[in-house]
Each structure stands twice: as structure tokens, then as C-alpha cells.
């Protein structure tokens, strides 16, 4: 019996073919949970497949009414501080790109989408980025403006800097998508998270489901 429709798995396989590691979303202290959400949901659009958050000050807990489900198609990995944020991807080989309207290394435009893979913090909806986000940036990423307006916010920002930088990242960098056997295996995560008793499924015909 067919458990998914080969439209399904098509739209999984284009999906998964699109996810990328390489350019990754830190969540620092996010109070508001429609802009939790809204983080979530730009990162399911443009094909960021891992975000990070820091909940020190508080939790992080997209709305329902704003999150719609993309939830299961992102990975969020929480930390426990700051600095754990940082060290832990400081060893998986991201650069540190703060995103604040007050200091100004590059914009969405300028910033060398090449040399390696990134990691946008951004910081709190009142105050911003942390003290020690702000000693430990790489680079710190500003949105021009040209109006009075002196900053957007959270979801905003973050809208208008994923979109630009996932599109540069395709056209310009090297080693953005995820392995073959990567893809396979999200894929096949995607599935058993929508199919009904997949796991039971998968036993009856003879599969490891424990692996």
C-alpha cells in the first residue's frame, strides 16, 4: 500500500536538495513569540535547515498562529549560554556575523558569502545583540537605511538578510547544500514525521528503526 504520493516525495527530494548548513540563524533571547516564529518560518522559506538559540534571559517558543508547522521541517538546537552558543560553533567552523543597526563591518550585499560558512546572531528585540556577541562578531552586518527609521525589527531583518544571503550563497559559494546521503536521510526523516505509523511500517518491511 502507497503510505506518501510520489508529489510528495518530489516536493521532500527538492526541498532537501535546496537545504543548507552553511548559513545557519541564532536566536539570542527572543522574547516575542511571533518573532520566534517568524525566525523559524524564514529559515523553512529560504532553506536554512539548523537554527541555534540562547534562552538565558528567556524561552524561546514560537507561536502556533505564526509558526503554521514549519517547525518540523527546521532543526533548532537550544544552548544553554552565550558562550556555549559560541564555542560550539566556533568548532563546527562558522563565523561569528552579528547583526545590529549600531556598528558596521558589511551589508547584506558586501558581505564575503565565500569565505566559509556563517552564522547571523540576532539579539534581543529591545536591546540587541549581547556584550559578548558583540566581543566575539566576526563581522557585524547592517541593513542600509535611508529614511528616519533607525532599524526593522527581528522578523524584518531577518526576512530581508536570509533572502539575500541564501540567494548569494547559491550563485557564489562552494559546498552549501548538504552530502547525498545527507539529503537522504532528511528526506527520510521528513517521511516518518508525516506518515502515519511509519515506524511500524518500516519494521513490517523489515527495517532497523532504532538506527
Known amino acids: ?84 552558543m559560541l564555542a560550539s560553533l566556533r568548532a563546527a567552523g562558522y563565523r561569528i556575523v552579528a547583526t545590529t543597526p549600531h556598528r558596521r563591518s558589511c551589508t547584506p550585499e558586501s558581505l564575503d558569502v565565500g569565505a566559509g560558512p556563517i552564522a547571523l546572531v540576532f539579539g534581543t528585540e529591545r536591546e540587541g545583540i549581547s556584550p559578548e556577541v558583540a566581543a566575539a562578531a566576526d563581522e557585524f552586518l547592517c541593513i542600509p537605511m535611508c529614511g528616519m527609521v533607525e532599524s526593522l525589527n527581528v522578523s524584518a531583518s531577518a526576512a530581508i538578510v536570509l533572502y539575500r544571503l541564501s540567494e548569494r550563497m547559491r550563485a557564489g559559494a562552494g ?33 532497523d528503526t532504532d538506527r
Open 1 to 84: 500500500m502507497r503510505c506518501v504520493t510520489p508529489e510528495r516525495l518530489a516536493a521532500f527530494e527538492r526541498a532537501a536538495a535546496m537545504r543548507t548548513r552553511y548559513l545557519t540563524v541564532v536566536a539570542e533571547n527572543t522574547y516575542h513569540g511571533q518573532n520566534a516564529a517568524a525566525l523559524v518560518r524564514h529559515c523553512e522559506a529560504f532553506g536554512i535547515q539548523q537554527m541555534h538559540t540562547v534562552e538565558t534571559l528567556c524561552p524561546f517558543r514560537p507561536s502556533a498562529d505564526v509558526v503554521r508547522g514549519t517547525d518540523k521541517w527546521v532543526d533548532i538546537v537550544r544552548h544553554g549560554s552565550t558562550a556555549a
Open 175 to 207: 559546498g552549501w547544500r548538504l552530502a547525498g546521503r545527507e539529503q537522504r536521510e532528511l528526506v527520510l526523516r521528513w517521511l516518518r514525521g508525516t506518515v502515519r505509523s511509519a515506524d511500524d511500517i518500516l519494521r513490517r518491511a523489515g527495517f
